[in-house]
């Protein structure tokens, strides 16, 4: 299989996961659900980013793979810190390894070809941060803890910004 194929045919399957995930995401209420699907993109986000340090051809999608790393990191911070307070005694830590979808995306993320790698992680991205936009609306209006209820809502303005800032790049790509 050519690699234009390939690089078409993942980025179907990625957009397909990013669906679903959305869909998921949007009707995420309890605390073990939120906590899970909230380490797993964090952890998605970090090796994606990591990846683009190394592969990026564009110093603009460098410094955003950056700025993922670092604020990803900080949010995986928050939401451990979250898990120690006694509102949320009861909630089971996540699994701390990536769901199978996310492993294919950052499958697909490494097998791009280098003159599509840039375009496939921005897509990603926006795919992504789409999910955990929906994943934190979701848990901020039907929640059911109200410390990780504040999380999300903390957190919703600083995956917008995200959101907004790849899809921004994407475009000017």
Do not use: C, W
């Not at 955003?64 to 911070?77: G, Q």
């Amino acid at each position: 299989m050519s690699s234009e194929i390939k690089d078409t045919v993942n980025k179907v399957t990625d957009a397909i996961g990013g669906t679903i995930g959305k869909m998921g995401a949007s009707v995420t209420s309890s605390a073990d659900g939120f906590v899970e699907q909230a380490a797993i993109g964090d952890m998605y986000e970090i090796e994606a980013g990591r990846l683009a340090m190394q592969r990026s051809r564009h110093d603009k999608v460098r410094a955003m793979a950056r700025k993922m790393i670092v604020d990803h990191t900080t949010s995986s911070h928050h939401l451990m810190a979250a898990l120690e307070m006694n509102e949320t005694r009861g909630v089971a830590p996540p699994a701390m390894k990536l769901d199978t979808r996310r492993e294919t995306m950052l499958k697909h993320l490494a097998e791009a070809s280098d003159d599509e790698f840039d375009r496939t992680y921005l897509d990603q991205q926006v795919l992504a941060h789409e999910e955990t936009t929906s994943l934190m609306r979701s848990y901020t209006e039907k929640g059911d803890n109200p410390q990780l209820r504040s999380l999300a809502l903390s957190t919703l303005p600083v995956v917008e910004r995200h959101l907004a800032h790849m899809t921004e790049l994407r475009a000017a790509l």
